[in-house]
Each structure stands twice: as C-alpha cells, then as structure tokens.
C-alpha cells in the first residue's frame, strides 16, 4: 500500500504564509498526480492546486497568484506555498497522490489532513 504523511499546518494571521509538505511512501511505481485539498467546516472537499509528474499545474482561482504547489519526484514528495493567507483559507488541507504501484496497478490515496487556520 501507499501512505501520505501531511506537515507544516498551523496558526497565521491574516496576510501571513505558511508552507505545507507531503511525503508518500509504500509500494510506488510512479507517481502520476499529486495535489492539495481543503476542506472547511460545513462545506465540501474542493481543489486547490494540483501538479503533474510532468510539471503540469492547476489551481482554483481562489488561490491563484497566492499559493504554489511544487513537486520532489526524487522524494516523492509535494509542497504547498501558502503566502497572503485569508480567514476564508481557514480548512482541513489534504494530500492526494495518484499512483501507479509497483504491482502496475493502479490507486489514489489521500493523507490524514492538515489544520490550517487564519486568525487574527
């Protein structure tokens, strides 16, 4: 199996950064897509930016210009540059890695999550 490891969350204020960072490890041929989820209180899980093993990025608009998401193919590892945080990025922050095991099969896995809350 495959197991995603979230760090770097915490307490900013408004205007603050924040720098998250998420290692898989297990049974991994490749790692195809990997990206960064939230989640706030009463609302659905939604996109924030994803990045392909090929470099290819996408962010939701609501974070565009203020966050980058970057990728350790080596490490197996992706981050995500939280800068100009907002209250409204108040969320549960998930890893998602798309992979291609070492049996060729193939699955997509999630971390535990991550608090990251914006307050003053």
């Known amino acids: 199996q495959v197991q995603l490891v979230e760090s770097g969350g915490g307490l900013v204020q408004p205007g603050g950064s924040l720098r998250l960072s998420c290692a898989a490890s297990g049974s991994i041929f490749r790692i195809n897509v990997m990206g960064w989820y939230r989640q706030a209180p009463g609302k659905q899980r939604e996109l924030v930016a994803t990045?392909?093993?090929?470099?290819?990025?996408n962010y939701a608009d609501s974070v565009k210009g203020r966050f980058t998401i970057s990728r350790d193919n080596a490490k197996n590892a992706v981050y995500l540059q939280m800068n100009s945080l907002k209250p409204e990025d108040t969320a549960v922050y998930y890893c998602n890695a798309d992979v291609t095991r070492r049996s060729y099969s193939r699955g997509d896995y999630w971390g535990q999550g991550t608090q990251v809350t914006v307050s003053s």
């Open positions: 990045i392909t093993s090929g470099g290819s990025i």
